[in-house]
């Protein structure tokens, strides 16, 4: 599954953004997904736009494995006026 463009997903409530946001601790079952440097910074707090191909495959990977809540495509007031 490839997320389209505009999608957004928001990591769980029970996802954990650990080791200076170089890793994730959450999903069913409970994993730490260590994030490569370009991926840290594809990651905006808690919240990632699917915007082009990578960002794509990152939120695939999140989606698949339970950190994230899928949030289909918000208007930027949702997401409290982030752009």
């Known amino acids: ?9 928001v990591l769980d ?3 954990r953004v650990v080791d200076g946001g170089r890793a994730l601790l959450g999903g ?3 994993r ?3 994030l490569t440097p370009r991926a840290q910074r594809l990651l905006t707090g808690r919240v990632l736009r699917v915007r082009d191909r990578a960002r794509a495959v990152l939120a695939d990977l999140l989606v698949a494995t339970g950190r994230v809540d899928f949030r289909g495509r918000l208007s930027t007031a949702a997401l409290g006026g982030a752009a």
């Open 1 to 9: 599954m490839t997320l389209p463009s505009g999608s957004v997903v």
């Open 13 to 15: 409530r029970h996802a």
């Open 28 to 30: 069913h079952p409970t």
């Open 32 to 34: 730490l997904l260590r």
